[in-house]
T-cell receptor
């Protein structure tokens, strides 16, 4: 079955610092999604990557998918308190070949200190 | 337009009771998903509806869990004879193509 590992599990960074969260799959992916969750709320869609080597950015957040489509990284530049929350990667395996149910990583809890 | 909505936002019930959780997807989205998020298990897939196709029920943990989607829109997740291990946040998502948009969830507490 599809497994996704995220690292680190938790992260505390000072405001203004950069950080990276990683997501690694045991299988080649059809699509890799990044979501953010704040306590008591649903998941907010950040980005979706489908092509090997693809990179997308939104404001200060950049996500990349490696050429083999098994590993993704999420990079935040100049972190702000508003970036705090839980970041989740979700994936659909290539064997599925289409949009389908997502398997999620265990999440990375990010705290940004002043 | 409006996002995915879920009701109730919180539900406290006694062990053995049945509960129904509701999801209103984004208008025009043909796919609807239910997931469960609990402390020990993370975020797990439960069931997936796509158009008029038979639902993918492969994630339902037991036969106490069922879901239906009426008229290709609203969905109801039913848990019969609730157990304490059913306590979790139940999240619904919908999609038109590949991106799933999530609702705020229903927090279920079984006493």
């Amino acid at each position: 079955s599809q497994e996704l590992e995220q690292s680190p599990q938790s992260l505390i960074v000072q405001e203004g610092k950069n950080l990276t969260i990683n997501c690694t799959s045991s299988k080649t992916l059809y699509g890799l999604y990044w979501y953010k969750q704040k306590y008591g709320e649903g998941l907010i869609f950040l980005m979706m990557l489908q092509k090997g080597g693809e990179e997308k950015s939104h404001e200060k957040i950049t996500a990349k998918l490696d050429e083999k489509k098994q590993q993704s990284s999420l990079h935040i530049t100049a972190s702000q308190p508003s970036h705090a929350g839980i970041y989740l990667c979700g994936a659909v395996p290539l064997s599925t070949g289409t949009a389908s149910k997502l398997t999620f990583g265990t999440g990375t809890r990010l705290q940004v200190t002043l | 337009g409006a996002g995915v909505s879920q009701s109730p936002s919180n539900k406290v019930t006694e062990k053995g009771k049945d509960v129904e959780l509701r999801c209103d997807p984004i208008s025009g989205h043909t796919a609807l998903y239910w997931y469960r998020q609990s402390l020990g298990q993370g975020l797990e897939f439960l069931i997936y509806f796509q158009g008029n196709s038979a639902p993918d029920k492969s994630g339902l943990p037991s036969d106490r869990f069922s879901a239906e989607r009426t008229g290709g829109s609203v969905s109801t997740l039913t848990i019969q004879r609730t157990q304490q291990e059913d306590s979790a946040v139940y999240l619904c998502a919908s999609s038109r193509q590949v991106t799933q948009y999530f609702g705020p969830g229903t927090r279920l507490t079984v006493l």
